[in-house]
């Protein structure tokens, strides 16, 4: 089983629409958590991070994190066609003395006009 | 700043040849990341570098892998030889270390180099 879990999609949705992109994740020790968008044929940039449990707003784009269940949900709202992307979540366990990040393998958004 | 650099953007080669990629960080960073995308496995790290020094090799496959960081602005992935299963789009990162919280600062990718090993 791997560390993260995350759906690949396509996740198909009309322009103006909420989406709800989500990770599940098995190591309990990961604090730290994190989406990247990726546009085809350029390498992941970062979208947003958070810590622990809660939520995170910045724009259109609303990060939570539930770490009794394991789970970290990303939310567009009124998505546009520009978002266009694939979306990978990464987390990292804090003080092990490395830099580690664990991907999910990305979920497909495709937004149409 | 013009950001990671990676080159070769595209390689196509036959088995058993030798492969290099080569990454220029962003000046100034001093922690460099060597990642492997593929549709099955997603993006795994290989192995990171800090302060040109390499501190986690584990995500390495096997030992036809190396990576060299001679100094802090260049560094090589080396594939020796290559085999079928190595075609992947191959990512460089990097970042100035941890941040204040104790995490990764935020890793910047390069274009990325797309492999294919015929």
């Known amino acids: 089983q791997k560390e993260v879990e995350q759906d690949p999609g396509p996740l198909s949705v009309p322009e103006g629409a909420i989406v709800s992109l989500n990770c599940t994740y098995s190591?309990?020790?990961?604090?730290?958590f994190m989406w990247y968008r990726q546009y085809s044929r350029k390498g992941p940039e970062l979208l947003m991070y958070t810590y622990s449990s809660g939520n995170k707003e910045d724009g259109r784009f609303t990060a939570q994190v539930d770490k009794s269940s394991k789970y970290i949900s990303l939310f567009i709202r009124d998505s546009q066609p520009s978002d266009s992307a694939t979306y990978l979540c990464a987390m990292e366990a804090l003080n092990t003395g490395f830099q580690k990040l664990v991907f999910g393998t990305g979920t497909r958004l495709l937004v149409s006009p | 700043d013009a950001g990671v650099i990676q080159s070769p953007r595209h390689e196509v080669t036959e088995m058993g040849q030798e492969v290099t990629l080569r990454c220029k960080p962003i000046?100034?960073?001093?922690?460099l990341f060597w990642y492997r995308q593929t549709m099955m496995r997603g993006l795994e790290l290989l192995i990171y570098?800090?302060?040109?020094?390499?501190?986690?090799d584990s995500g390495m496959p096997e030992d036809r892998f190396s990576a060299k960081m001679p100094n802090a602005s260049f560094s090589t992935l080396k594939i020796q030889p290559s085999e079928p299963r190595d075609s992947a789009v191959y990512f460089c990162?990097?970042?100035f270390g941890r941040g204040s919280g104790g995490h990764t600062d935020t890793q910047y990718f390069g274009p990325g180099t797309r492999l294919t090993v015929l």
């Open positions: 570098f800090n302060n040109n020094v390499p501190i986690d």
């Open positions: 990162a990097s970042s």
């Open positions: 000046s100034g960073h001093n922690s």
């Open positions: 190591n309990s020790a990961f604090q730290y």
